[in-house]
């Protein structure tokens, strides 16, 4: 497989979101030490100024994978501008939302608006000791039209630490602070904060469209103050058995991805 060849991708993602043999994990994009220090501070400043949400209060959408400790959650791209609104995350729309606080965070403002056809923009916190347990989501979606594709998520960490932990189908991975990777939330994840200090990710949500999987996957400029990087396959660092998971059940059978494309923007 080449993941310079943009329908191998999208395969790739599809065959490791049914459990199969694919794309787990692709380190992407190497942040420049002056864009990581400013998305840093910025993203210290907004929590700073605004409310979370809190992934373990009843009614969360992400109360249901059982999160452990304070895990906060800062959902930037919206209608209604508040930080702890996290209705719009998951509707699958990159319509009607925008990043309202642009010129008190421009590094925030900046990647947000580089990133074609988001679903959702989010910082979020697992303090000290805090986790997600093992759940499963899909990557693999249908559109309004009835489309078969890829919606992908991305983390960045700007704060983080060797405790800090992430579990993709029992691969075991410490994600690099400065580094955006592809990290396939169709597999059986798990995040887990064993520091003493704040793990900090950036995490997005695109429709893989063609333009926006050109400009996660393709070849031409990065986003500023972005480097592609030359070898995206990350290694595991081991395994972890696990057990037992929280599902949402799947809207896309595995036959019935057979044929994933580029999806249009919704």
Known sequence: MTHHDPLSLLRGIRDANYHRPGIRCLRLFSADARILRELAAEAEGLRARNAPSLAGDPGHVTAWTGPRGRVEQFSLLNASGRCDDFSQDHDLSCFGKRFHHRSRYPALSALAEALPHLVNFRINVLGPGAALAPHEEHSVVRS??????????FHLPLVTGPEATLLLDGDLHRLAAGTVYLVNHGCVHAAENAGAADRIHLVWDMLLTAPATEVM??????????????????????RRTVARW??????????EARHVGFLDPQ
């Open 217 to 238: 996957f393709g070849t031409g400029p990065a986003p500023e103050g972005f480097t592609r990087t030359r070898v995206r396959t990350v290694r595991p660092e081991g």
């Open 246 to 255: 929280e599902r949402i059940a799947p809207r896309v059978s595995e036959s």
């Open 144 to 153: 309004h039209t009835g489309a078969v594709g890829v919606r992908a998520r």
